[in-house]
Structures are given as structure tokens and as C-alpha cells.
């Protein structure tokens, strides 16, 4: 993909892709059963838990969609936020690095939304910016519900398979 392009063009671009790419790991690799998942933050990987196999691969944290954290901007309340991986208290340097890619280009594009650390989105906003982080870093996106009111958002590659 052109990444000198219109920005929004080429986050939707990016979108359809993660798309394409997130239904072929399901029809591949059941990617719609798994039953567990676990990151090694030290390791700097995630294993799938699938029906008949274990996958295990490189991760990167996007970021993570909160209810619990409103913030005002410009004068408007926004009840769902958007935590950019880069900086994030919970998330170890070495699963920052797709972020802070996403953060440059964002700095390039001049687009405040990829820039600022904390950011009014929704879940569609935020698979958005996990799509563009599968484009800018290289990967397939994968989001999960961490706690009632929060979802992480990252990015999978070079996954190794075993049978259970």
C-alpha cells in the first residue's frame, strides 16, 4: 500500500485488508474457536489455543478501548477512550514497538488522533487503528476482551502451529 497517500484512504484500505486477513485465519485456522490465549511479555509472543492445535507467534500491542476512562475534548465528553500502546503502564516496552510505527506515520500524516496518547474512539475506530498497525508493521490483528469494560487490540505474525 501507498503509505503517502490520503491518510483516511489508506486507513480504510488497511481495515479491508486486516479483514481479509482475520476471515482467512478463520477459515485456516479456526480462528473464531479459540479456546485460550496467553502473551509471554518477556518472550515477546502470544499462543492460540485452538480446537486441535497450539499457535504460537511474535505479538505487538496496538492498544487497549476503555469504558471506564472519559475525557473531555475540545468542550465535548467522550465516555469511550483509546490508550496507545506506546507509554502504556501495562504494557512492556518490547510489545510497543507496531505503536510507535502507527505513531510516526501519524506524526508524518499530521493526524492528532495516532499522535495523542489517550484518544475519544470506538470499537470501530480502534480496530482501525489495529488494521493500520497489521499495514504499517506487518501482521494480523487480534482483539480480545480483557475486562468487562476493556479490549486489547494487537497484531500477530510468523505463527508456529503444533497439534495438541
Known amino acids: 500500500m501507498n503509505q503517502t497517500q490520503d491518510p483516511y484512504t489508506f486507513m480504510q484500505k488497511a481495515y479491508e485488508d486486516a479483514r481479509t486477513g482475520y476471515e482467512a485465519n478463520v477459515r ?7 479456546k485460550e490465549w496467553a502473551i509471554d511479555p518477556i ?21 487497549t478501548l476503555s469504558k471506564d476512562d472519559p475525557i473531555e475534548l475540545n468542550g465535548r465528553a467522550f465516555s469511550t477512550t483509546f490508550m496507545w500502546a506506546w507509554g502504556h503502564p501495562s ?18 500524516m499530521g493526524h492528532p488522533l495516532l499522535t495523542n496518547h489517550i484518544v475519544p474512539a470506538d470499537e470501530s475506530t480502534a480496530t482501525t487503528f489495529m488494521a493500520l498497525g497489521a499495514s504499517l508493521y506487518g501482521g494480523f490483528t487480534y482483539e480480545v476482551e480483557t475486562a468487562p469494560t476493556t479490549r486489547m487490540y494487537m497484531i500477530f505474525n510468523d505463527l508456529r502451529f503444533k497439534d495438541k
Request: net charge negative; no cysteine.
Open 28 to 34: 485456516m485456522w479456526h480462528f473464531d474457536k479459540v
Open 43 to 63: 518472550a515477546g509472543t502470544i499462543t492460540f489455543t485452538l480446537p486441535t492445535q497450539i499457535a504460537t507467534g511474535p505479538v505487538q500491542v496496538i492498544g
Open 91 to 108: 504494557v512492556p516496552e518490547s510489545l510497543q514497538e507496531a505503536a510507535y510505527v502507527i505513531k510516526d506515520w501519524g506524526e508524518k
